[in-house]
């Protein structure tokens, strides 16, 4: 599956592929096979920046991701919780397909090359 990561505006900002073991898949999968690729390449690398779907737990917000205070120790499973979360309380869409997501329980079928894009919700000031 393609993965892209979107402004609401619809302009890509980056998209990686992602290799799937099933053709049926939940969102809540979608979502943990994502976060757990992206921590596995984050800490492998070691880097300063974390540029991931969710904030990490004492990380900053810089320009380019998240600075992390401490390197190559983020936790997957603290990730995938945090944007199961952050679905759920509209911190941004997955569009599959043709379709948005409404639920983390909701199936889609998934194949190579099916677009899965995450789409992440900016609160207004004010609002």
């Not at 998209?15 to 984050?42: C, P």
Request: include cysteine.
């Amino acid at each position: 599956m393609l993965i892209i990561d979107a402004t609401p505006a619809g302009e890509k900002l980056r998209s990686y592929t992602l290799d799937s073991l099933t053709e049926q898949m939940t969102v809540r999968e979608i979502i943990r096979a994502r976060i757990w690729q992206e921590v596995a390449d984050y800490n492998q690398k070691c880097g300063e920046i974390f540029n991931g779907l969710v904030q990490p737990t004492d990380a900053e917000r810089t320009l380019n991701g998240y600075r992390v205070k401490e390197r190559g120790v983020i936790d997957w499973e603290q990730q995938f919780a945090r944007a199961c979360e952050a679905f759920e309380h509209n911190g941004f869409l997955l569009l599959i397909g043709d379709r948005q997501a409404d639920s983390l329980d909701e199936s889609f079928e998934v194949r190579v090359d099916t677009e899965v894009q995450f789409v992440k919700l900016v609160a207004l000031i004010g609002g």
